[in-house]
């Protein structure tokens, strides 16, 4: 599942599944067209093929009729009378006009041969007799019927037989469709009737069949299987014919695989995106506490510690404020963050830290929240350990403070044990008036100056941000120390520099790492005899 989850909420893997999905879509979209206009083929192979038996079922019937007057006949077999009763079915106009008289397959006597003596065997027939239907013997020349170079069928429904005149088969397929008629006998043997020959004979014996991508084949039989139509489209050929609509099938799959895909991605990035992902679980568990020490320059103790909020993504990893802060302020998460955050932080601390430990505890918060009425109820986990820890808040200055309305905050937040600093001042809204203008506890220098390579116009400036704040009397931690120098630097100026913070000291830590920092460190910074 976690895997799934990280697959989801990656850019690159959700356009990576975006791709796949238009794909297998395509693919989707494609086959369905495909059986679509297969099935259309089919329709048109069934139609065609049942035109082309048509005139045979006729034919069938024909011969069927014919029998029955045939067998009609009164008179005793070849003789005169016999014979004029034989040729007065024979003029009946379907095309039938000559009649054995065969019993058991051996022809004694014809319409146009009186008899035969001796009678004449026809022998083993090319289509035996089965329950529904005669026996039929293919092509024979009929000149032992005084028919001189002809040539026709003889089907034989005991004792009477008739010659079936080899017609001519009438077929009209559409260009991309082939076909062929076949009688078909015993042990696979079939006699070409008509239509484009090797139709069939690849088609093998099997029943109606479609051999999928090379062509499809249809074989459609009458009378008792023997009599088949088989037809056959090349798909090759009908997408040569219809290349038109290949072409737009292609683009339409194509456009609607992409757009589908694409909605499909919209609604993975809207589900998966940091910002829903961060409100569907911004809750206790989610949220991690840093803390960064902070240094007493004048004691070298760590006097506190700066609570800075990480929170834990979906997929266990950690996401930094910089992402996550714009969307608490967005979303109107402000009261609940600041609550998870001070909470949990409460609760490491007094787990985790000895009982001797006393430390200033700075927390950030949003400007909006600079109420007494809201911040007290969110600070009052601290009260029953106030012997331990003090509570500071810095203000991260989003937007510009109205300041009489927080000065009035500010001062009811000291009354009620709640320090406040000004963040980041230097940049930004944190200005010399909020400075003069409120009675904030202290100042924290924004770390661009410390930060400043030597000679660069903040590192000049830097000794006058530093002059200002300590004239307006409040307390001061300079923050992004990152080495050695410049923490040499600030001890050494005067009036003393009270608290500095940064990487030189420590990163911000998870609070086993700050314990174990604030045991190492308890009878004051080490690193601070390297710079001494
Ligand atoms: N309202 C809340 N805002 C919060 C909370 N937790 C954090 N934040 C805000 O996010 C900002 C970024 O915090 P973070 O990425 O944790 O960065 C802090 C330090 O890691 C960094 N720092 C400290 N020392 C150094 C240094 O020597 N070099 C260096 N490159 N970076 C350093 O500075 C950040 C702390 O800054 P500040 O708050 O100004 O003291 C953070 O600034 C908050 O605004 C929260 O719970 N609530």
Not at 327 to 341: A, I, P, S
């Amino acid at each position: 599942m976690a895997k799934i989850v990280r697959y989801l909420i990656s850019a690159r893997q959700q356009m990576f599944a975006a791709l796949l999905l238009g794909i297998i879509l395509f693919a989707i979209i494609i086959t369905a067209i495909g059986w679509m206009a297969r099935q259309q083929v089919y329709r048109a192979m069934v139609g065609e093929s049942r035109e082309v038996l048509q005139p045979y079922t006729e034919l069938t019937g024909r011969i069927g009729s014919t029998f029955a007057a045939l067998r009609a006949i009164t008179a005793d077999p070849c003789t005169e009378d016999f014979n004029r009763q034989l040729k007065r079915v024979a003029y009946l106009p379907d095309g039938l006009n000559e009649f054995f008289y065969a019993p058991g397959g051996a022809i004694r006597c014809s319409v146009s041969t009186k008899r035969f003596d001796p009678p004449m065997a026809l022998g083993t027939p090319d289509l035996p007799a089965t329950e529904v239907s005669p026996a039929v013997w293919i092509d024979r020349d009929l000149s032992f019927a005084g028919l001189g170079g002809l040539v026709g069928s003889i089907v034989l429904v005991d004792p009477f037989a008739i010659v079936v005149p080899l017609e001519a088969v009438s077929m009209s397929p559409p260009s991309w469709m082939e076909m062929e008629v076949v009688l078909i006998g015993p042990s696979g043997r079939w006699w070409h009737r008509g239509g484009s020959a090797a139709v069939h004979a690849p088609a093998g014996d099997g029943p109606m069949e479609a051999s999928f991508p090379a062509d499809f084949r249809l074989r459609d039989c009458v009378d008792d299987q023997r009599l088949c139509v088989v037809t056959k489209v090349s798909v090759l050929a009908l997408m040569q014919q219809f290349e038109l609509f290949v072409g737009a099938a292609l683009v339409f799959s194509a456009v609607l695989a992409a757009w589908l895909s694409g909605r499909a991605r919209a609604l993975i990035v809207r589900r998966w995106s940091l910002a829903s992902r961060f409100r569907r679980h911004l809750d206790a568990g989610s949220i991690i506490c840093a803390y960064q020490p902070i240094l007493d320059l004048r004691t070298g103790q760590i006097a506190g510690c700066e609570v800075l909020a990480r929170w834990r993504d979906v997929d266990d990893s950690v996401v930094f404020p910089d992402r996550f802060i714009p969307l608490v302020e967005q979303h109107g998460l402000t009261r609940k963050f600041t609550r998870l955050v001070v909470e949990k932080a409460c609760r490491e601390l007094c787990e985790t830290l000895p009982r001797r430990d006393r430390l200033d505890v700075t927390f950030n918060i949003f400007p909006r929240d600079l109420d007494v009425a809201v911040l007290r109820p969110i600070f009052e986990v601290f009260e029953p350990v106030r012997d331990r820890f003090s509570v500071t808040i810095e203000l991260v200055e989003s937007d510009s403070i109205a300041v009489v309305a927080a000065q009035q905050q500010m001062e009811a937040l000291r009354a009620v044990g709640i320090r406040t600093y000004i963040d980041d001042f230097g940049t930004g809204y944190s200005n010399i008036h909020n400075l003069a203008a409120l009675a904030v506890d202290g100042v924290k220098l924004d770390r661009g100056f410390a930060m400043a390579p030597e000679g660069s116009l903040m590192d000049r400036m830097f000794g006058h941000a530093i002059d200002m704040v300590q004239s307006s009397g409040r307390e001061m931690v300079i923050e992004g120390v990152e080495t050695a120098q410049r923490l040499r630097q600030l001890r050494a100026m005067h009036p003393p520099i009270a608290f500095a913070q940064g990487y030189f000291i420590s990163r911000p830590l998870g609070i086993a790492a700050f314990a174990a920092f604030l045991a190492e460190h308890r009878d004051g910074f080490r690193d601070l005899k390297l710079v001494a």
